[in-house]
């Protein structure tokens, strides 16, 4: 089963508006990483934050953490079309090696 | 350098039979992950494997096996293929399987059960 849920689960916005979408998840986690997945393909990773770290910036990324509501957000600021793809969360469980992965955002950029 | 690359890239089985799905991972990764991803949700945990050992395996049924080989590339099978087992299967790579590593996927396998 899914632990992450992301929120909203579709996303439409004009080129170069920012785009926010969030993820909740459920139990201890050390880390949580943001992916991003074209056209149903490979996932290639965006960002990891710690368990201990409230915010992280990369690019134009920038991701917050709260562990205390047990949440996340990836923010993509100035967004391109060739932002348009899903963007998915995954935890890493306290203590295990598997990540688990959220349900997704599908992100559409328009032109 | 190449990345995670898994074949084949597409497969069509019928119900009943069995498929085994091959990845080999980036140069110097010792620890390969198994994922599945039906159509429209987020990628589930099959198999993790470092070092030639299983390290976690995720809640799929026995049908289900992998193993790791010397060289670090890594099988999926599947037996007695069922319907429901239609998805992508994604393999992943890390230097060790650890907690804060960062997972390479290659391009999946697409596998379709008749």
């Known amino acids: 089963s899914q632990q992450g849920e992301e929120d909203p689960q579709a996303l439409s916005i004009q080129e170069g508006e920012n785009a926010t979408m969030n993820c909740s998840y459920k139990?201890?986690?050390?880390?949580l990483q943001w992916y991003r997945q074209n056209s149903g393909r490979g996932l290639v990773h965006l960002i990891l934050i710690r368990s201990n770290e409230r915010e992280k910036h990369s690019g134009r990324l920038r991701v917050t953490l709260d562990t205390s509501k047990k949440s996340s957000s990836l923010l993509i600021t100035a967004s391109r079309a060739a932002d348009t793809a899903s963007y998915f969360c995954?935890?890493?469980?306290?203590?295990?090696?598997?990540?688990?992965f959220g349900t997704g955002t599908r992100l559409k950029v328009l032109a | 350098d190449a990345g995670v690359t898994q074949s084949p890239t597409h497969l069509i089985k019928t119900r009943g039979q069995q498929v085994t799905l091959r990845c080999s991972p980036i140069?110097?990764?010792?620890?390969v992950s198994w994922y599945q991803q039906v159509l429209g949700q987020g990628p589930q945990f099959i198999f993790q494997y470092y070092e030639k050992e299983e390290r976690g395996r995720g809640n799929f049924p026995d049908r289900f096996s992998a193993r790791q080989f010397p060289n670090y590339s890594s099988e999926l099978n599947v037996n007695a293929l069922l319907l429901g087992d239609s998805a992508l299967y994604l393999c992943?790579?890390?230097?060790?399987?650890?907690?804060?590593?960062?997972?390479?996927f290659g391009s999946g396998t697409q596998l379709s059960v008749l």
């Open positions: 139990t201890s986690i050390n880390n």
């Open positions: 992943a790579s890390s230097y060790s399987g650890g907690a804060l590593e960062k997972l390479f």
């Open positions: 140069s110097g990764h010792k620890s």
């Open positions: 995954a935890t890493s469980d306290s203590g295990t090696y598997k990540y688990i």
